[in-house]
């Protein structure tokens, strides 16, 4: 199975900052890898496809990049509502994957 | 819009059975594959399993193919997901998905719980 390690677990920020979360898998998943942003007490939502595609309604301080094995989700000034956890997910091979989740919380 | 809606959870003895629905509405449910996809407790993300747009195929976990089957009925825009003999560590929160492309799950449902103690 292809492990997907996200780093930080928890990331304290400050509303404005520009952030990067990161994503690794044990081994290649060229670019299917997907990202999804889960609100307390909602369902996830898709954020980013395919490493960097844009998804439409998701407002455009997020970005993602990579390819391969590692891969970065970008937040370009987090606002109070990006407060969340977020999962990257593969779907290059079966059983498809997620990471544990990096937790964004307020500093 | 699409909405997915899940049922059929609960609370559930250890191993007993279970079926979750998930009824589709806001797009053509016969032409996509669709998944299932739970969240423990802790939050940990889990693929099921998923099947394809005609019910012909269908793709599991390994660890859970024993037990769990998913099916579908196109013609009520529904997707099942059969649990078999069910135990604490399937205690979770579990979500409808939508698929697209390379396996990317672009709608979920609001989720059902399913908890599994004596």
């Known amino acids: 199975d292809v492990v997907l390690t996200q780093s930080p677990a928890t990331l304290s920020v400050t509303p404005g900052e520009r952030i990067s979360l990161s994503c690794r898998a044990s081994e290649s998943v060229d670019t299917y890898l997907h990202w999804y942003q889960q609100k307390p007490n909602e369902s996830p939502r898709l954020l980013i496809k395919y490493a960097s595609q844009s998804i439409s309604g998701i407002p455009s301080r997020f970005s993602g990049s990579g390819s391969g094995t590692d891969f970065t989700l970008s937040i370009n000034g987090v606002e109070l509502e990006d407060l969340s956890i977020y999962y990257c997910?593969?779907?290059?091979?079966?059983?498809?994957?997620f990471g544990a989740g990096t937790k964004l919380e307020l500093k | 819009e699409v909405q997915l809606v899940e049922s059929g959870g609960g609370l559930v003895q250890p191993g007993a059975s279970l079926k979750l629905s998930c009824v589709a509405s806001?797009?053509?449910?016969?032409?996509?594959?669709m998944s299932w996809v739970r969240q423990t407790p802790g939050k940990t993300m889990e693929w099921i399993g998923d099947i394809k747009y005609d019910g012909s195929y269908t793709n599991y976990a390994p660890s859970l193919k024993n037990r769990f089957t998913i099916s579908r009925d196109n013609a009520k825009s529904t997707l099942y997901l059969q649990m078999s003999n069910v135990r604490s560590e399937d205690t979770a929160t579990y979500y409808c998905?939508?698929?697209?492309?390379?396996?990317?799950?672009?709608?979920w449902g609001q989720g059902v719980m399913v908890t599994v103690s004596s």
């Open positions: 998905t939508r698929v697209r492309g390379i396996i990317v799950f672009d709608y």
């Open positions: 997910q593969q779907g290059n091979s079966l059983p498809y994957t």
């Open positions: 806001g797009f053509t449910f016969s032409d996509y594959w």
